[in-house]
């Protein structure tokens, strides 16, 4: 007969706790498992700014941004779902510090050596996301987060936002950009397949293969559910930029308690 020693026993608990402490309570949904295109994959990392550069400019869109949020140069920013540092990278120049956090260590790598390339020393880097990291430091003037939070089925939408509005200075503000629908449901074939098409014709194959997955196996949601899950997370929409029937950002700001 195997002796249970008390020493197995304590290093089981030691075990399980550690295990419990790394991945969280069991009934967490797991933002670490990819949904739909794969962003772990270190292949697809390095590959993202080049399919991205064909049809999206990371300067102007941050520029925009910048201009949106309206922040001294001393404030502190949160880009969360930041990727290869899209809006990261140029947003550094603007604010004393960017927190930039991601699920994917793959996308944060290219993040963090873009950074280094640019000789940029304020920004942070943070492996995690909408529903596991823990921001340490003060509350931050703005959150920023682009196409991202679609990885998230709209219960863990909303424990995202309520947990980004728990991060951000009373009247703090976010800058929410999504693939966000808002046609009529009677055609929702018609317009699926157009998203579709305009995606292959924009972005070329891989761009159509990415939207068709999108479509079955992310978590684009509604506008009106979105305006809602702002709304109970604790947020004013200030301005909607419905960019077409498919893509919508949303400049909030946290409304006091
Ligand atoms: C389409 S990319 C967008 C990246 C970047 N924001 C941009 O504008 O290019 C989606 C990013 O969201 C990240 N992501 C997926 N689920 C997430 C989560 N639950 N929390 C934070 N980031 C997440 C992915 O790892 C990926 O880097």
């Not at 004393?96 to 963090?112: F, G, K, N, Q």
Request: with cysteine; charged share 25%.
């Amino acid at each position: 007969m195997v002796k249970v020693r008390e020493m197995d026993v304590e290093f089981c608990h030691h075990y399980a706790r550690t295990l419990e402490a790394a991945s969280g309570p069991a009934w967490r949904y797991d933002e670490a498992k990819p949904c739909g295109v794969n962003y772990n994959s270190i292949l697809l990392a390095g590959l993202y700014d080049a399919h991205h550069r064909t049809f999206r400019d990371y300067r102007r869109e941050t520029a925009e941004i910048v201009d949106m949020l309206d922040l001294k140069p001393s404030a502190t920013v949160i880009d969360m779902g930041c990727g290869t540092g899209a809006f990261t990278i140029h947003a550094a120049a603007h604010y004393r510090t960017v927190h930039a956090v991601d699920v994917s260590r793959a996308m944060l790598r290219r993040t963090r050596r873009k950074a280094r390339k640019a000789g940029l020393d304020n920004v942070q880097f943070h492996h995690g996301g909408f529903l596991t990291y823990e921001h340490e430091s003060a509350p931050v003037d703005a959150i920023v987060t682009v196409a991202a939070l679609h990885h998230l089925p709209d219960f863990w939408k909303l424990v995202g936002l309520y947990r980004l509005a728990s991060m951000l200075k009373p009247g703090g503000r976010l800058y929410l950009f999504d693939v966000v629908f808002s046609f009529d449901i009677a055609h929702y074939e018609a317009r699926i397949k157009h998203f579709v098409r305009a995606a292959g014709t924009e972005m070329g194959p891989s761009g159509q293969a990415e939207s068709e997955t999108h479509c079955r196996d992310e978590y684009s949601t509604c506008d009106w559910i979105m305006a809602g899950l702002l709304e109970r997370a604790g947020f004013e929409i200030t301005t909607t930029g419905r960019q077409n029937e498919f893509f919508t950002s949303y400049l909030c700001t946290k409304r006091s308690a």
